[in-house]
Antibody, heavy 121, light 110 residues
Framework: QVQLQESGPGLVKPSGTLSLACAVS?????????WSWVRQPPGKGLEWIAG???????SYNPSLRTRVTISVDKSKNQLSLKVSSVTAADTAVYYC??????????????WGQGTLVTVSS | QSVLTQPPSVSGAPGQRVTISCTGS?????????VHWYQQLPGTAPKLLIH???NRPSGVPDRISGSKSGTSASLAITGLQAEDEADYYC??????????FGGGTKLTVL
């Protein structure tokens, strides 16, 4: 059974950098799937942030591209996310998810439980 | 303002049928990209409900169905149950924006 587990600081200061990791178990991050980050501000909807393939190919939400970096560490079987110059608008629950390229339409079929990151001084 | 438009809320009595619409444009749903649906119970991560417009993952009951036509898609739930009360999100791919989600619909079981 595939499991994803996010981790990282729950509190980040404004103008700082948010750094999160997502540990993948039950599947290799080097398979034919892409891996994504999605966030959800409190009481609001889902927003896709970025995706990555184990080869290093990446895709980004155009509205966040200049502040976001996604990466993979194959030795640790995990993916990471960095968001720079954060503001209160970046306060959200951050999820990592698997894009299943073996299923029609490549849905996000596995999700982590999410981790709340609050931007505040 | 989400790229995919969903009604903020829908409601129905137990046993009834409800539908949730998801309206996109020629750069996403209308371009032929598949629509997926997710159910999010309070305080939990989204769960895949429908993929590839009409397909149910194993474990999802057949009283839940999806459809797609033109630039829109719909999720239908028949035989409404209290456990269906949740937020529902549609998702598709956009040729300019990559992955996009609808704003979400809160389903209330009366």
């Amino acid at each position: 059974q595939v499991q994803l587990q996010e981790s990282g600081p729950g509190l980040v200061k404004p103008s700082g950098t948010l750094s999160l990791a997502c540990a993948v178990s039950g599947d290799s991050i080097s398979t034919s799937h892409w891996w994504s980050w999605v966030r959800q501000p409190p009481g609001k909807g889902l927003e896709w942030i970025a995706g990555i393939y184990h080869s290093g190919s990446t895709s980004y939400n155009p509205s966040l591209r200049t502040r976001v970096t996604i990466s993979v560490d194959k030795s640790k079987n995990q993916l990471s996310l960095k968001v720079s110059s954060v503001t209160a608008a970046d306060t959200a629950v951050y999820y990592c998810a698997r894009e299943n390229h073996s299923t029609s339409g490549t849905p996000f079929d596995c999700w982590g439980q999410g981790t709340l990151v609050t931007v505040s001084s | 303002q989400s790229v995919l438009t969903q009604p903020p809320s829908v409601s129905g009595a137990p046993g009834q049928r409800v539908t949730i619409s998801c309206t996109g444009s020629s750069s996403n749903i209308g371009a032929g990209f598949d629509v997926h649906w997710y159910q999010q119970l309070p305080g939990t991560a989204p769960k895949l409900l429908i993929h590839g417009n009409i397909n149910r993952p194993s474990g999802v009951p057949d009283r839940i169905s999806g459809s797609k036509s033109g630039t829109s898609a719909s999720l239908a739930i028949t035989g409404l149950q209290a456990e269906d009360e949740a937020d529902y999100y549609c998702q598709s791919f956009d040729s300019r924006l990559n992955w996009v989600f609808g704003g979400g619909t809160k389903l209330t079981v009366l």
